[in-house]
């Protein structure tokens, strides 16, 4: 007859398992319920790569105490839970069969794009100068229309001023970017979040922001047709969704990157950038929708290319809500800046055009 302890490892070693078992399947689930009630699932979605981190570490210690079944059970949750927030390598939706071949740069051009979140405009202006580069346009440029090393062709601003964008110019950071979409409001739709800009140093077409997709409350986003000498026209888009807290702005966030997915499929026209702080990470579902059938630049980083919010605080970068979708369009590198004065890392890509070459 088993002993008193005996009985107790045994009812240890049920509660152990059952619990690995409760929270696999809920870190499994958690990243495909595209639910916005209550309002602090977002929230927690967005958790999804540090909680399957915790879990796997969690997997560890209790396979330390020979607890097989509950370490296997929560080391496959973590996987469960972490797949779907990894980088995919060909673009989301793609099928298997579509051939893409990477043309050179000489043959159709790179497009260097930057883009940041300036939280609430007060990014230092001397690092944000440094980082574009003051030439541009005017300074050299190789053979494939980009500005060469430290020359930006395309600067996205969200949470942005005139101010900024006059400091900007004062030190000479936007002689090579000469042309731009309309002057920022003084008060923007959203408030002082709500700003944003789209420079350019190849001739642009302004096309206006988005149509408003939330009901509460929105940030405006420009629209842009860059004239590349090589690319030819390529539609740029600033992104900014309200963040996904409260009552109040939940529905709102999720109303406008369902927006912009429908937004997005009526305008293939052109090849497409989709650039900014989409305030959501491949943890959300809704972002996934929208990133389907794009190329995430930080493709070009592998499937971890590092989270890009918040910086500078107590708390750790912990997610990826900054990027920078293509479509028609091939990353060629990938890199994250770190600006005094604002919370968001920036996002610095040299794209290049994509070729399909049919059927592997």
């Given at each position: 007859m088993a002993g008193p302890h005996g009985s107790r490892r045994r009812r240890l070693r049920r509660a152990v398992l059952v619990t690995c078992v409760v929270l696999a399947v809920l870190l499994a689930v958690l990243p495909h319920p595209a639910i916005t009630r209550p309002w602090i699932m977002p929230a927690v979605q967005s958790l999804v790569p540090v909680l399957s981190v915790v879990a796997g570490l969690s997997?560890?210690?209790?396979?330390?105490?020979?607890?097989?079944?509950?370490?296997?059970?929560?080391?496959?949750?973590?996987?469960?839970?972490?797949?779907?927030?990894?980088?995919?390598?060909?673009?989301?939706?793609?099928?298997?069969?579509?051939?893409?071949?990477?043309?050179?740069?000489?043959?159709?051009?790179?497009?260097?794009?930057l883009s940041l979140n300036a939280e609430y405009a007060g990014v230092d202006a001397d690092a944000l100068a440094a980082a574009v580069g003051a030439g541009g346009a005017g300074g050299t440029r190789d053979a494939h229309g980009s500005s060469g090393v430290g020359g930006v062709d395309v600067l996205v601003l969200v949470e942005a001023d005139e101010d900024l964008v006059t400091a900007l110019q004062e030190r000479g950071a936007l002689d090579g970017l000469p042309y731009r979409t309309e002057t920022i409001p003084e008060e923007p739709q959203g408030g002082t979040a709500g700003g944003a800009v789209i420079l350019s140093a190849h001739p642009l077409r302004s096309e206006g922001v988005l149509p408003r997709f939330a009901t509460h409350?929105?940030?405006?986003?420009?629209?842009?047709?860059?004239?590349?000498?090589?690319?030819?026209?390529?539609?740029?888009?600033?992104?900014?969704?309200?963040?996904?807290?409260?009552?109040?702005?939940?529905?709102?966030?999720d109303d406008t990157l369902r927006g912009l997915d429908g937004w997005q499929a009526a305008h293939a026209d052109l090849p497409l950038i989709l650039a900014g702080d989409f305030n959501a990470s491949l943890a959300h579902p809704?972002?996934?929708?929208?990133?389907?059938?794009?190329?995430?630049?930080?493709?070009?980083?592998?499937?971890?290319?590092?989270?890009?919010?918040?910086?500078?605080?107590?708390?750790?970068p912990f997610t990826a809500i900054d990027h920078v979708l293509l479509r028609g369009l091939v990353p060629l590198d990938y890199e994250r800046l770190d600006f005094p004065g604002t919370d968001h890392r920036?996002?610095?890509?040299?794209?290049?055009?994509?070729?399909?070459?049919?059927?592997?």
């Open positions: 997997a560890l210690l209790v396979l330390v105490f020979r607890q097989w079944w509950a370490a296997g059970v929560l080391a496959a949750g973590a996987v469960m839970g972490l797949l779907p927030t990894l980088v995919p390598l060909e673009p989301l939706g793609a099928g298997v069969g579509a051939g893409v071949e990477r043309g050179t740069e000489a043959e159709a051009g790179a497009l260097t794009v409350r929105h940030f405006e986003q420009p629209v842009a047709v860059v004239e590349h000498p090589q690319l030819g026209d390529v539609r740029v888009v600033g992104i900014h969704p309200v963040p996904p807290i409260g009552d109040d702005f939940v529905p709102s966030w809704q972002f996934r929708g929208l990133a389907d059938g794009f190329t995430s630049a930080a493709a070009d980083a592998g499937p971890l290319p590092g989270p890009t919010w918040p910086v500078g605080t107590w708390v750790p920036g996002i610095l890509t040299t794209v290049a055009a994509e070729r399909v070459t049919g059927v592997r």
